[in-house]
T-cell receptor, first 113, second 116 residues
Framework: NAGVTQTPKFRILKIGQSMTLQCAQD?????MYWYRQDPGMGLKLIYY???????DKGEVPNGYNVSRSTTEDFPLRLELAAPSQTSVYFC????????????FGQGTRLTVV | AQTVTQSQPEMSVQEAETVTLSCTYD???????LFWYKQPPSRQMILVIR??????QNATENRFSVNFQKAAKSFSLKISDSQLGDAAMYFC?????????????FGKGTKLTVNP
């Protein structure tokens, strides 16, 4: 089982550039999430999706966009990269049932210079 | 809104000793779930233990156990017989509904050091 796969693992962007962080899961999970992790700040929810075609904002959505055209994929788009978006990004997925845990990808370390 | 608070940014423990990591949360719901995740230097998030809010019995997984106090909204993690491999960041997480939307909220984490 691949689980949750994120690509790329590392990326350096220049200010103003755009990029898409890819996330795919093969567990047929309804729910998918994008978090960012900054030192000492824990994981903050950027966007989440409860199923294909449905997305919703989390705590820190500004500067990001998402789409969920299939159950498996949940890409995160950065349109105009800013230094404040330097972070480690995690994609996660879970079943709808609340007692189920979220499974995480390995993370993407993004640096904006 | 649900918030999760981990008041200990860092903790240390001697190998083979016991350590307790604190977590409190705020919610107006009666039905929800709580989790502890471990994040070693590899960055992989690993589930350690989970607790259902409707269960009074504290969850236990081998050397890991929780002290769940629903009225106090407290969910601490106890690690017994600490091992060097337990060194990691530990995150407390809350999962539940509010206003029709699902929330999975994490605390800021506690960095655990295990001294040989």
């Amino acid at each position: 089982n691949a689980g949750v796969t994120q690509t790329p693992k590392f990326r350096i962007l220049k200010i103003g550039q755009s990029m898409t962080l890819q996330c795919a899961q093969d567990m047929n999970h309804n729910y998918m999430y994008w978090y960012r992790q900054d030192p000492g700040m824990g994981l903050k929810l950027i966007y989440y999706s409860v199923g294909a075609g449905i997305t919703d904002k989390g705590e820190v959505p500004n500067g990001y966009n998402v789409s969920r055209s299939t159950t498996e994929d949940f890409p995160l788009r950065l349109e105009l990269a800013a230094p404040s978006q330097t972070s480690v990004y995690f994609c996660a997925s879970s079943y709808a049932e609340q007692n189920t845990e979220a499974f995480f990808g390995q993370g993407t370390r993004l640096t904006v210079v | 809104a649900q918030t999760v608070t981990q008041s200990q940014p860092e903790m240390s423990v001697q190998e083979a000793e016991t350590v307790t990591l604190s977590c409190t949360y705020d919610t107006s719901e009666s039905d929800y779930y709580l989790f502890w995740y471990k994040q070693p230097p590899s960055r992989q998030m690993i589930l350690v233990i989970r607790q259902e809010a409707y269960k009074q019995q504290n969850a236990t997984e081998n050397r890991f156990s929780v002290n769940f106090q629903k009225a106090a909204k407290s969910f601490s993690l106890k690690i017994s017989d600490s091992q060097l491999g337990d060194a990691a960041m530990y995150f407390c997480a809350y999962r539940g509904y509010q206003g029709g939307s699902e929330k999975l909220v994490f605390g800021k984490g506690t960095k655990l050091t295990v001294n040989p």
